[in-house]
Nanobody, 123 residues
Framework: VQLQASGGGLVQAGGSLRLSCAVS??????MGWFRRAPGKEREFVAA????????VYADSVEGRFTLSRDYAENTMYLQMNSLKPEDTAVYYC???????????????????WGQGTLVTVSS
């Protein structure tokens, strides 16, 4: 099982980026994004129920970030708009165990993790 995150980069405040998380080896019902800013704890960003499409977002990104998924490509996307300097962090995609369908915001509920992709938002 592999989760491959990509799409990070440097962008000016107010700009947009789209992160991707390509999954190989298995399908998952619930996937999410977390981030860790320099000197801070890892925090929840968003999660999606793969089959039903229901989503949950952290208050800090609600209305600016949008999750989506592509069944054919087995890939999850995070569209990030109106980026702020405080969004600067390493972003990680994660997946809950097989057959688990409940959306969760605590990182301990996620068993599979991809490598991070760095997002830097300049002011």
């Amino acid at each position: 099982v592999q989760l491959q995150a990509s799409g990070g980069g440097l962008v000016q405040a107010g700009g947009s980026l789209r992160l991707s998380c390509a999954v190989s080896g298995r399908t998952f019902d619930v996937m999410g994004w977390f981030r860790r800013a320099p000197g801070k704890e890892r925090e929840f960003v968003a999660a999606i129920n793969w089959a039903g499409g229901s989503t949950v977002y952290a208050d800090s990104v609600e209305g600016r970030f949008t999750l989506s998924r592509d069944y054919a490509e087995n890939t999850m996307y995070l569209q990030m708009n109106s980026l702020k300097p405080e969004d600067t962090a390493v972003y990680y995609c994660a997946a809950r165990g097989r057959g688990i369908t409940v959306l969760r915001q605590d990182s301990y509920a996620y068993a599979y993790w991809g490598q991070g992709t760095l997002v830097t938002v300049s002011s």
